[in-house]
């Protein structure tokens, strides 16, 4: 490896949302055409994947769309869920469960808005040794003085608590944009670790105030809070790892809001995502982090050993991402449109 050469046993993205139908035909390729062969997959479609067998379907769909991507798949928390479809989903090879609290975020009208209910499900998660992924917001609640900018703060408690009450199971706070989410769970115990996204190294609310192609959920915070996420990449901390949260959407949705709708929430960034996080890595010196950040953390959490595939990154000038990706009727527009990277994948080599 040169100095304008970087190599990558196997990058991993441990969240990551693929959509449905002729969208997915677009979006579920850019996986792999972003440096990346296992996809950790979001159960939040339209109606949400409740049960094993319509994650196997789902599976099975993106499958016949990318079959060389690792697809690991997850189910939502909800009422219909229980510890027998724990059990079920195990033996299935299903890999997690998802929690949206009800209303923050795509597609989760039908979350939770008690998790007491559901300790039954998870101590059969915690036998199974399945992973519970968080979505660690609550929902806004002006009453309270709770706003989309401390509603991941708030949620903390709730975090610190199930973790107490079920130490063995594996949690995951998913993309954390606070200094107070970094510093909760470094204080926690080894079955608790944290994603962190691309766009939340880059991003502070100046950016989408106003932006709604920077617009997502959790929204990108202060500066000393991306500060934060920046510092425990560079210290190198085992627990938190790459989750790319890449959430695409139709321009018409994204970029468009009404006096009666917002405009969507997500920032889509699978199809430049392992040249876009060495891009940011190396932006704050922490360009040798960039192996276990995106590969190596995240499969020891998961327990998912990488095969030896390696891609290889080049340094490169006057590289512009595309300003949209289509597919007959479809269109994507990513993160970084029209901005240069300076970083590029020339060659991905199996070393089995």
């Given at each position: 490896m ?32 972003g440096g990346?062969?296992?996809a ?6 339209q109606?949400?994947?409740r ?18 991507v ?8 909800s009422p219909d ?24 975020t795509t ?22 040794d ?5 979505h660690?917001?609550?929902p806004?609640d002006?009453?309270n003085?709770?706003?989309?900018l401390n509603?991941?703060?708030t949620f903390?408690p709730?975090?610190?608590k199930?973790?107490?009450?079920f ?5 995951v706070l ?6 107070a ?18 766009h ?26 991306r500060?934060?996420l920046r510092?425990?990449i ?17 321009p018409?949705k ?7 709708h917002a405009?969507?929430?997500g ?6 995502l392992?040249?876009?996080v ?7 010196d ?22 030896g595939r ?28 029209g ?7 020339v060659?991905?080599d199996n070393?089995?």
């Amino acid at each position: 490896m040169s100095a304008t050469t970087i190599q990558v046993t196997e990058p991993a993205d441990f969240h990551v949302h693929l959509r449905q139908g002729t969208f997915a035909e677009l979006v579920a390729r850019h996986v792999r055409l972003g440096g990346f062969s296992l996809a950790y997959v979001m159960p939040n479609l339209q109606p949400p994947i409740r049960n094993t067998d319509e994650a196997l379907l789902y599976k099975a769909q993106l499958q016949a769309i990318d079959p060389s991507v690792e697809y690991l798949m997850t189910l939502y928390l909800s009422p219909d869920l229980t510890p027998d479809e724990i059990r079920k989903a195990s033996q299935a090879g299903i890999v997690g469960v998802k929690s949206y609290p009800r209303g923050v975020t795509t597609n989760s009208d039908g979350g939770i808005e008690s998790y007491e209910a559901y300790y039954p499900v998870f101590q059969a998660m915690e036998e199974e040794d399945m992973v519970l992924n968080l979505h660690g917001e609550v929902p806004s609640d002006p009453t309270n003085d709770i706003c989309v900018l401390n509603a991941e703060e708030t949620f903390l408690p709730h975090l610190v608590k199930l973790h107490a009450r079920f130490p063995r199971l594996r949690i995951v706070l998913e993309h954390a944009t606070t200094r107070a989410a970094v510093e909760c769970v470094k204080s926690l115990g080894p079955t608790v670790a944290c994603t962190i996204t691309a766009h939340h190294l880059s991003l502070t609310v100046d950016d989408w105030a106003g932006q709604s192609w920077h617009f997502c959920k959790p929204v990108a915070k202060y500066p000393h809070d991306r500060q934060a996420l920046r510092d425990v990449i560079k210290e190198g901390h085992p627990r938190f790892f790459l989750g790319s949260d890449s959430a695409p959407h139709p321009p018409e949705k994204k970029s468009i809001s009404a006096p009666s709708h917002a405009c969507a929430a997500g920032v889509y960034t699978s199809p430049i995502l392992l040249p876009l996080v060495a891009h940011l890595l190396e932006s704050f010196d922490a360009l040798d982090k960039l192996e276990n950040f995106a590969s190596g953390f995240g499969r020891a959490f998961y327990r998912k050993e990488a095969s030896g595939r390696k891609v290889t990154l080049r340094k490169t000038t006057g590289k512009v991402v595309e300003e949209a990706w289509v597919l007959g009727s479809e269109k994507v527009v990513p993160f970084w449109a029209g901005k240069e990277l300076q970083w590029e994948i020339v060659a991905e080599d199996n070393m089995n």
